[in-house]
């Protein structure tokens, strides 16, 4: 391996202090395997838990901050990332595998993110006095942090999902351990040198990285504990709200999607096939977001698979950080080994195969995979499992009703779009989507920072993140009564 690119080590940072692992691991870039982005500390169970310890310990001084105390610290780490997008943009695309504008943009979203809830620092509202319905009595209505919360993300937003999990944490009080995934460790560990700067109180924020045996459980397992954040597969999230539950701490869950995006007969052809191209293909597939079922109306399936086809051979598979390139590597061998055998199982259960789906041989060695078109029957399972790459599928629909219909058997519910002229048909799909968030000519990837994030059904559990509606799950209402 090539070593002359490595930056510094990435530390645990525990208790205001950056503290070796237990042992080490080496992240690697997807676009050049031969090349390390970091060594970083892995932590064991024991480790994890003095993290655990030191934001218990933190948490009442941090909470009882003032709002204007928050909105500094977290104005002043939304700076720093935006003012820093460039070089955090160009760690993350080497990290992780997106391509480096979507890397820039990426990390110019987690700055804006900071900054959003820096704001929120100083509206922490829900207070509400209300009359009583005794006489001579007033109630009212207020929230509290929680105290630690234990935020567990995944490589695919390696730095603008934890941003939504840590300003918001932090904006309403509580304390904060944060587990990223092993394959994006380095862009933990910027994010958190960056938050070590912002004059928290010492264990107030902790980043332990670490394998989700040993760091993910014991974040689960803590009494200490009060709520886990976690961003992953349906697999692990059901794992952690099993271990959540036995000791009742609050959860919330967002896994995986496989959304539907209509294409109706009255559509802007064009702007489909860009929607299906962005929605399904950027940042390689890899987005629960990702429009993987294209559900199409009969008079025009086969004109926009020929579009959708022919964009799909100029788009440019490529090195990360090389001009041009359209899409990225694969995150890693294991994701594209799952990415190849899924290609290969749709093409055995029959689905009619258009192009792509092949490993790619690139000047560096990497995991490089063509983007992948089936035609498909709602009941394959190409149509019906989240593959988490670069691959999509096209049903055909005998009119909107039936699209309507597919579009809403699924297990998931996280989110659906629908590309059409018809302002009707658009507020229909608007109401009877099963899903937690709609989009209307638009992809159903990249969503805005400042409102609600989430689904339903298989795909999400307990309250929505981001935007205001994060205070429902980084706080404890509380109920006063006064009798004057
Ligand atoms: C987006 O599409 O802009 O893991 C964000 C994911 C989502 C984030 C998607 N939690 O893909």
């Known amino acids: 391996m090539k070593r002359s690119d490595l930056q510094q080590k990435a530390r645990q940072y525990i208790n205001g202090r950056w503290q070796s692992g237990v042992t080490s691991g080496l992240s690697e870039n997807p676009s050049d395997t031969r090349e390390v982005v970091t060594e970083y500390a892995r932590a064991d169970r024991s480790q994890a838990e003095l993290a655990i310890r030191a934001a218990a310990d933190a948490f009442p001084h941090w909470s009882q901050s003032t709002p204007q105390r928050r909105a500094d610290v977290l104005d002043q780490i939304g700076s720093e990332i935006l003012a820093r997008r460039e070089e955090l943009g160009l ?12 890397a820039v943009g990426e990390a110019a979203r987690a700055g804006q993110i900071f900054k959003f809830f820096a704001g929120e620092a100083l509206r922490v509202s829900g207070s509400q006095v209300l009359a009583s319905v005794r006489a001579d009595v007033q109630v009212d209505v207020t929230r509290e942090p929680l105290g630690v919360v ?14 939504w999990k ?21 862009c933990g560990w910027a994010l958190a040198e960056i938050i070590s700067r912002a004059a928290l109180p010492a264990g107030t924020f902790n980043l332990v990285m670490g394998s989700g045996r040993e760091v993910g459980q014991a974040l689960v397992d803590s009494p ?8 992953g597969s349906v697999a692990t999230g059901e794992l952690v709200l099993q271990g959540a539950a036995r000791r009742r701490a609050k959860v919330q869950l967002e896994m995986s999607g496989k959304n539907p995006l209509l294409v109706l007969a009255d559509a802007d052809l064009a702007r489909a096939v860009d929607c299906a191209v962005q929605g399904a293909y950027f940042s390689t597939g890899q987005r629960c977001t990702a429009s993987s079922r294209l559900i199409v109306e009969a008079p025009v399936h086969d004109a926009f698979v020929a579009q959708l086809r022919q964009r799909l051979a100029s788009l440019k598979v490529g090195h990360a950080l090389e001009r041009g390139t359209d899409i990225g590597p694969v995150v890693d ?6 990415n190849l055998a899924a290609v290969a199982s749709a093409r055995e259960e029959g689905a009619e195969h258009v192009c792509g789906g092949e490993a790619l041989q690139r000047a560096t060695v990497g995991h490089y995979m063509s983007p992948a078109l089936f035609l498909a029957r709602p009941e394959q399972r190409i149509a019906r499992e989240e593959i988490f790459g670069p691959v999509a599928c096209v049903l055909r629909a005998d009119d909107y009703a039936h699209a309507l219909q597919i579009a809403n058997d699924t297990p998931f519910g996280l989110c659906a779009g629908i590309c059409t002229t018809s302002l009707a048909r658009a507020m229909h799909f608007k109401r009877h989507a099963k ?10 990837a990249g969503v805005d920072y400042h409102v609600p994030f989430g689904g339903r059904k298989a795909s999400s559990y307990g309250p929505r993140e981001q935007g205001r509606h994060a205070a429902e799950f980084y706080t404890s209402v509380k109920t006063g009564y006064v009798h004057a």
Do not use: C, Y
């Not at 061998?333 to 799952?338: I, S």
């Not at 899903?435 to 159903?444: E, F, W």
């Open 91 to 102: 760690l993350l695309a080497r990290e992780e595998g997106k391509t480096l504008p979507e």
């Open 150 to 163: 234990g935020l567990i993300t995944p490589w695919n937003f390696p730095l603008a999902i934890p941003a």
């Open 166 to 186: 840590i300003a918001p944490a932090l904006a309403h009080g509580n304390s904060v351990v944060f587990k990223p995934s092993e394959l994006v460790s380095a």
């Open 224 to 231: 200490l504990v009060d709520a886990i954040s976690f961003t």
């Open 435 to 444: 899903v937690g968030m709609t989009m209307v000519n638009l992809p159903t």
């Open 333 to 338: 061998r294991v994701q594209l080994a799952r």
